[in-house]
């Protein structure tokens, strides 16, 4: 049998006369930049440094948009987000040592979000390789060990002629399903190389899908159709295959109810008669989920926040579809089904037989309404207002990134996303300082339409800097600020279990004058203002900050 990829063009005379005459004065970083391109590339997230000259000075004679940030943790998280929204590998240049290691954070939200990160990264000359103590300037023992439990592969360069294979075996694995961060690096010396190699052209790195077995979508099927009270738990794997019009058409086929995690939201209407929406922090959702006979689960580990926090005990049958196989039955035991989402749902689709419950919506409801209850009686109309003062001004398709912050965490549960792949949030990891810089990513990659991004003041000095990359590239980020002195959830869990808090309270600027100083528009809100104020700032172009002071609580748990 002959494959596609098993078939080799024969080059035309102008291409083997552009190859043996290849342009003077290329460098091992112009056959970065080419690979780029070549891969399909068109924009590069990133910070300088020593050892990656060569790639940034290649960057120059290339049609590559550069976006520079001022923390290279910040780049990794616009870079996140760039993956996340275009669903393309976004790169990531970045220098040795100490530039390389700031990305950590960035990368580990990446890998646990499934967010396409093609980080590059430069290395010690290639002598000083392999862990000898030559004393070169930002040397690691063994740089790639700092990343090899954070990412999904490691590639290391040595030759000119190894760079264009090692960067399209890694976008090739940051592509695969589940999408993540891939790290690459070259050493310095081969990137300020000249080369004679010629110019790398159009590459081939197309990801494997990822198909499940018939046999176990079969079993699923069948079970789904007998079944008496299906439920369906959907997760960021839904969004990130864009599976969630088969999610929708598989839920109405099946009269069975839906609820999105948080990595999830957007993932089913929220309005939906059989939508739950993302209340799985409650133990009233928790019960419902418990008592279905049979609950698929789709694109999620059903991990801690997925599971109000391992109290979850489903008494049905589970079945879980996920493309990351070491999630696989790693918390309940299930017909698990190693598959891409979309796959994995257009199988059952083709499978699977309707069945009729007038009593679904209903039963939906009662839960909804079960929520709304315990929430009002908890003196909590200033959390719900500011959500929805948040969903008022913002524009329906517009996207949202929130860092962690009461705020979010509300966010998680309460807010409608309206549309898939639209909020976003650091839930994956937890690291403070992701929703600005990510937020300017998303606005690299679709500048048709504003952007919001949400922090506490404790997040918010994480990525202060930004504000002079959003100003420089006139990126239309709106940054709202929630101001409670600290670390508010951090002060709120201090204080519920040890009577005090330690080490939360914090000193900040006047974040006004500060965005001003950046000559970025900022204005002082409060909650009565804030729809109007917020609204403004997101229908005027280019950054702006929206600062609104407020002690906002957390609704009360439901897993202790």
């Known amino acids: ?99 390389a290691l700031m990305s950590l954070a960035a990368l580990q939200e990446a890998a646990a979000a499934s967010a396409p990160v093609l980080a590059i990264g430069s290395q010690i000359p290639a002598a000083g390789l392999g862990g000898g103590r030559h004393g070169y300037l930002h040397e690691l023992r063994d740089q790639r060990a700092s990343f090899r439990d954070v990412v999904k592969s490691v590639h290391t360069v040595r030759t000119h002629s190894q760079i264009p294979s090692a960067i399209a075996a890694a976008w090739e694995s940051a592509l695969t399903a589940p999408h993540g961060p891939v790290w690459v690096e070259i050493p310095q010396d ?55 019009g088969k999610l929708l058409a598989l839920a109405e086929r099946l009269d069975a109810p839906v609820v999105t995690t948080f990595g999830g939201k957007g993932a089913f209407p929220w309005k939906h008669p059989l939508s739950l929406q993302s209340w799985l922090e409650d133990r009233h959702t928790t019960d419902f989920l418990e008592d279905a006979d049979v609950l698929l689960v789709v694109g999620s580990g059903l991990g801690e926040l997925s599971s109000n926090y391992h109290t979850f005990a489903p008494r049905g049958r589970v079945i879980q579809i996920e493309a990351d196989a070491g999630k696989l039955e790693s918390n309940h035991p299930a017909l698990g089904i190693h598959a891409d989402a979309r796959l994995a ?107 919001l991004a949400v922090s506490g003041d404790g997040g918010a000095m994480y990525s202060i800097a930004e504000l002079a990359t959003a100003k420089q590239y006139g990126l239309d980020v709106t940054w709202l600020i929630v101001d409670d002195g600290g670390y508010g959830i951090l002060r709120e869990y201090m204080t519920d279990a040890f009577g005090e808090a330690t080490g939360t309270e914090l000193a900040r600027p006047d974040f006004v004058a500060l965005a001003e100083s950046f000559g970025v528009p900022a204005v002082l809100t409060t909650p009565e203002a804030l729809t109007a104020d917020l609204s403004q700032a997101l229908a005027t172009p280019g950054p702006s900050v929206v600062v609104l002071p407020a002690l906002l609580k957390m609704f009360e748990p439901t897993h202790l």
């Not at 669903?87 to 990531?92: H, I, K, N, T, Y």
């Open 1 to 99: 049998m002959t494959h596609d990829h098993d078939l080799v063009l024969r080059p035309t005379a102008a291409q083997i006369e552009a190859a043996l005459n290849p342009p003077a004065g290329r460098t091992g970083g112009d056959l970065v930049v080419e690979t780029l391109t070549g891969l399909g590339a068109t924009t590069v997230f990133g910070l300088p440094g020593q050892h990656a000259l060569g790639m940034f000075d290649a960057l120059r004679r290339s049609a590559l948009t550069y976006v520079g940030l001022r923390v290279e943790n910040n780049a990794g998280f616009a870079a996140d987000a760039y993956g996340r929204v275009t669903g393309e590998a976004a790169p990531l240049l970045l220098s040795t040592g100490p530039g």
């Open 190 to 244: 081969v990137l300020l190389a000249e080369t004679t190699l010629p110019v790398v052209t159009a590459m081939d790195a197309t990801p494997e899908d990822v198909v499940p077995r018939p046999e176990l979508t079969a079993v699923a099927a069948h079970l789904l159709s007998t079944a008496e009270r299906p439920a369906i738990i959907a997760g960021g794997g839904v969004v990130r295959s864009d599976a969630s």
């Open 345 to 451: 749902l257009q199988a059952l689709l083709e499978t699977v037989e309707g069945r009729t419950d007038a009593t679904a919506p209903d039963r939906v409801r009662a839960v909804l309404d079960k929520v709304a209850d315990r929430l009002a009686a908890q003196d909590l109309d200033l959390e719900r207002r500011i959500v929805a003062s948040v969903r008022e001004a913002l524009p329906s398709r517009a996207p949202s990134f929130w860092d962690m912050t009461i705020l979010a965490y509300w966010a998680w549960s309460a807010f409608d996303p309206r549309h898939p792949n639209t909020m976003h949030s650091a839930q994956g990891a937890g690291g403070l300082g992701y929703g600005f810089p990510a937020a300017l990513g998303a606005a690299v990659a679709d500048p048709t339409t504003p952007v």
